[in-house]
């Protein structure tokens, strides 16, 4: 069973930035794609970011391109989401989640870390 913690939230003034991490435990790490999640209240929860097993292939969401990079370093067993500039809609829950590489469902889930961007 594959455990996830994220951490790095907080709250921050626009056009600042934040470094959120995902580390993970009980699985092998590099058997694993991992995204990057976030749920704004009242909204849905979206897929922000994700990258395969050992980082050469990202996905972001056109709302973030530019702003936010995601990555990961397999010996710490850890994923990153470094966000730039960032806005008030950025205001969400972040979550990060993993699943194995050959599988479409994203099985583990952590958390949350909640980020607040004021004005």
């Known amino acids: 069973q594959v455990q996830l913690v994220e951490s790095g939230g907080g709250l921050v003034q626009a056009g600042t930035s934040l470094r959120l991490s995902c580390v993970a435990s009980?699985?092998?790490?590099?058997?694993?794609?991992v995204g990057w999640f976030r749920q704004a209240p009242g909204k849905e929860r979206v897929r922000v970011a994700n990258t395969n097993r050992d980082g050469t292939s990202t996905y972001l969401a056109d709302s973030v391109k530019g702003r936010f990079t995601i990555s990961r370093d397999n010996a710490k067993n850890t994923a990153y989401l470094q966000m730039n500039n960032l806005k008030p809609e950025d205001t969400a829950v972040y979550s990060c989640?993993?699943?194995?590489?050959?599988?479409?469902?994203?099985?583990?889930w952590g958390q949350g870390t909640q980020v607040t961007v004021s004005s």
């Open positions: 009980g699985g092998t790490y590099s058997s694993l794609a």
């Open positions: 989640a993993a699943r194995h590489w050959l599988s479409t469902t994203w099985t583990y």
